[in-house]
């Protein structure tokens, strides 16, 4: 299960009624939702947050919180 699939998860969220309020198909949402190759576009995470009534910014922190600068950067 991708990290979007466990956000749907935990919030108890249906396939079929994203699918519904996004337009998202059932079968891409489940790519979405079950394959770790499967790239989530930015339209995509921001209609699921809307039809989740979440922040969208704030769903994008928690899939992608594992996500950090491979390096710091000095910048002088």
């Known amino acids: ?23 998202i198909s059932k079968s891409r949402i489940s790519e979405l939702t079950l ?18 009534d979440v922040d969208p910014g704030d769903m994008f922190k928690e899939i992608f919180k594992d996500i950090k600068l491979e390096s710091k950067i000095n910048l002088m």
Do not use: F, V
């Open 1 to 23: 299960m991708t990290e979007l699939g466990h956000y749907l998860s935990k919030k108890s969220a249906s396939k079929a009624e994203i699918s519904k309020k996004t337009g």
């Open 35 to 52: 394959n770790q190759s499967t790239q989530l576009r930015a339209w995509e995470l921001y209609l699921i947050a809307l039809a989740l």
